[in-house]
């Protein structure tokens, strides 16, 4: 037993002194309750509103030396009473959310391969979807350079449903390959990025094998960022062809803009409008989808908090025309308050109607850190739905949408070696 004490107090010894090595151990728990009456879709009659607790629980730890950067990350995630207290065994909450390793070659050059979180520039097409308890991450390898200011990274991801000695058909709901390439350069005030994203998804022909096969598409686009003392701004720009998974051709864009403005320390106003193409009568025509598809962005943080459009929905329909107002408030350091306004119209013909208006969304939040590892945050959002929507959603019932939420979020660091810098 003391040989073992012993032998651990060498080893944190030997990472304390290491010049070029860092170990960082911390831990996440975040439980959010949610009251839904309307989210994501209309609420329909003759049935009770959701609520519900869930909760993410994480533990971290992070290894770096000149030569490695290492991650792994644990979670679990759990709906509150979705096992018994006599349980045997856990829904299947338990995972792997990211194991990587990243091998520095020089300064300028480095490689990361692993399971991972992507996410680039303002998550419109890459993103690790925070929001939700499980969040996004790929299985993926990437090559990254950068030298001053600018920073070039290529990507590559290749799914199987697991090890064969024959075939490779994937029937897991997730892409089957995935390259891309993006670029980013830093200037005084503006940043400006490029992607190009080619996204295989497998399509399977239960009758004819035959046509079994990956389909691809391509997104190519840029984000530009502006940011001056009090004024900021940033675009999106990005434009889909090649194929969608049944065939058709696709010819699909994103146009948005915003701009920030900062009053004063404590007030900051918003102002933007977002477009995405979509097929007349929510149906692509003459072989051609016009819809465009954000892919594996963080939707949650674009087009209201209701997650009424491209969270698992609205793919392939009638686009979206997104023009909203915001306004952040400061009340102290340590609190703050939110609210946007979104006004949302069908970007293609709606069947059944000649009013292109789907609704208006009020969004509401509020902000307290209690400590540097303890935050609490909470909202509420309400929905006004026009025709549009409730021809869209398949639903007259016209009854109120809400949804309203309070999460804590518990992230202590829990161990962290110290690491001299003085020497090279």
Same mark, same amino acid.
């Given at each position: 037993?003391?040989?073992?004490? =012993?032998?651990?107090?060498? =080893? ?170 993006? =670029? ?241």
């Amino acid at each position: 037993m003391k040989k073992t004490a =012993l032998s651990i107090q060498i =080893l944190f010894l030997f990472i304390s002194i290491n010049t070029y090595a860092q170990l960082t151990v911390d831990a996440e728990l975040r439980p959010r309750f949610e009251y839904r009456h309307g989210y994501k879709t209309l609420f329909p009659d003759d049935v009770d509103a959701a609520s519900f607790v869930s909760q993410r629980t994480r533990l971290n730890a992070g290894f770096t030396n000149e030569k490695l950067n290492f991650y792994l990350s644990l979670q679990d995630v759990r709906v509150w009473g979705d096992v018994p207290q006599l349980n045997t065994a856990d829904e299947n909450g338990f995972s792997v959310h990211e194991a990587w390793g990243e091998l520095l070659f020089s300064p300028q050059w480095r490689a990361k391969v692993g399971r991972q979180e992507i996410v680039y520039d303002d998550h419109r097409i890459l993103g690790n979807v925070g929001w939700a308890q499980q969040a996004r991450s790929h299985d993926a390898a990437l090559i990254k350079f950068q030298k001053n200011k600018f920073e070039a990274h290529a990507g590559y991801a290749f799914n199987q449903n697991g090890e064969a000695l024959t075939g490779h058909v994937l029937n897991v709901n997730t892409y089957k390959s995935l390259f891309y390439t993006w =670029l980013h350069h830093d200037w005084d005030a503006i940043g400006a990025s490029f992607l190009f994203l080619n996204n295989g998804l497998q399509f399977i022909d239960a009758e004819n094998e035959s046509n079994t096969e990956t389909r691809y598409s391509q997104t190519v686009g840029s984000h530009l960022t502006y940011k001056g003392e009090n004024l900021h701004l940033n675009s999106n720009l990005y434009y889909q062809f090649g194929k969608d998974v049944s065939n058709k051709d696709l010819s699909a864009y994103l146009l948005g803009i915003e701009a920030n403005y900062k009053i004063s320390q404590k007030v900051n106003l918003g102002l933007g409008g977002e477009l995405q193409s979509g097929n007349d009568n929510g149906v692509p025509a003459n072989g051609e989808n016009n819809a465009f598809t954000p892919l594996y962005g963080t939707n949650h943080k674009f087009n209201g908090f209701m997650d009424y459009f491209y969270v698992g929905n609205h793919m392939n329909n009638v686009g979206l025309v997104d023009l909203f107002a915001k306004a952040k408030l400061s009340a102290s350091e340590k609190s703050s308050f939110d609210v946007a306004l979104h006004y949302f119209l069908g970007a293609a013909d709606i069947p059944g109607t000649d009013s292109k208006q789907l609704g208006t969304e009020l969004d509401f939040g509020y902000s307290y850190q209690f400590s540097k590892d303890i935050n609490l945050k909470a909202g509420y959002s309400h929905m006004f739905a026009s025709e549009g929507l409730e021809i869209i959603k398949n639903n007259f019932d016209n009854n109120t949408n809400n949804w309203g939420w309070i999460m804590i979020t518990i992230h202590p660091t829990l161990f962290k070696t110290e690491t001299n810098k003085t020497n090279p």
